[in-house]
């Protein structure tokens, strides 16, 4: 499975994925009334790039981690924060103990690797009554250096055969976050979404290590994500001085569960 790719390099996913708004983490701290020392779980935190936040606010984090490599880099991440652990499991088999409930289940940029078929049911599930879901979107939308991310789409049309002609980044104004999983749930309560842009300027190097760890990318042949990566370099380098910027929109959607 594509969801399996990030664990095979968990030091480049480490290195290369940007962390979160810090405005993001406060408003998710305090929107759901987290005191100091609640416990929260996180699903799918690859190397702690939300964990690492959260536990610096002295929020105590059971973390369920599907990869083995990135739960080892997120252990070594998290040593200062002895009240956050790591399991690692497939969520869609993962318990939590007996009579146990969670005042925040949070999931970051990775829910959609989740079956669908359980992932609401079993967050919600973990939670106290009056407990916080929430989910984080990563969106990737027009900003930043705009004529890179034009031009770089001639490298994606010549090395995979996938990309559509013509692509283009979406204006965050046309972002929509599909909610109706949420909505629909019988244990949760009004959907709320809040919106955190982002730009993050990269070298050459620093960007190419991002593309490295997008599952699209690292299922290409190897000859194929070579041709790609060169041809990316390339323009960097030759067009915009060896940097380019990037800019992300996230989603913060939160719902409470209603029910028992």
């Not at 809040?194 to 300027?201: G, S």
């Amino acid at each position: 499975m594509l969801r399996d790719v990030f664990d095979e390099d968990a030091e480049l996913y480490d290195r290369a994925r940007p962390g979160y708004p810090p405005a993001l983490v406060e408003a998710l701290i305090t929107g759901a009334g987290l005191s100091p020392a609640a416990h929260v779980l996180e699903v799918g935190p690859g190397t702690g790039q939300l964990t690492v936040p959260l536990a610096r606010a002295g929020l105590r984090i059971t973390a369920v981690e599907l990869g083995p490599s990135l739960a080892a880099v997120a252990r070594r991440n998290l040593r200062p924060f002895p009240d956050a652990r790591v399991e690692v499991a497939a969520f869609e088999d993962w318990s939590p103990p007996p009579g146990h409930a969670f005042e925040l289940a949070v999931c970051a940029t990775a829910f959609h690797w989740i079956d669908p078929a359980v992932r609401v049911s079993r967050t919600t599930a973990a939670l106290a009554p009056g407990g916080t879901l929430a989910l984080v979107t990563t969106h990737h939308v027009a900003g930043g250096s705009a004529d890179f991310f034009e031009r770089v789409q001639r490298c994606y049309e010549r090395w995979d055969p996938d990309t559509p002609p013509g692509l283009r980044l979406s204006d965050e104004s046309t972002v929509t976050s599909d909610t109706a999983e949420l909505e629909t749930c019988d244990r949760l309560g009004p959907v709320e979404i809040r919106r955190f842009p982002q730009e993050i300027t990269c070298t050459t190097a620093s960007y190419l290590d991002v593309l490295r760890t997008y599952s699209n990318h690292r299922a290409l042949p190897a000859p194929a994500l070579a041709g790609l990566l060169d041809c990316v370099a390339e323009l960097i380098d030759n067009r915009h001085g060896g940097s380019v910027t990037k800019r992300y929109l996230h989603e913060l959607i939160t719902t409470r569960r209603v029910a028992p």
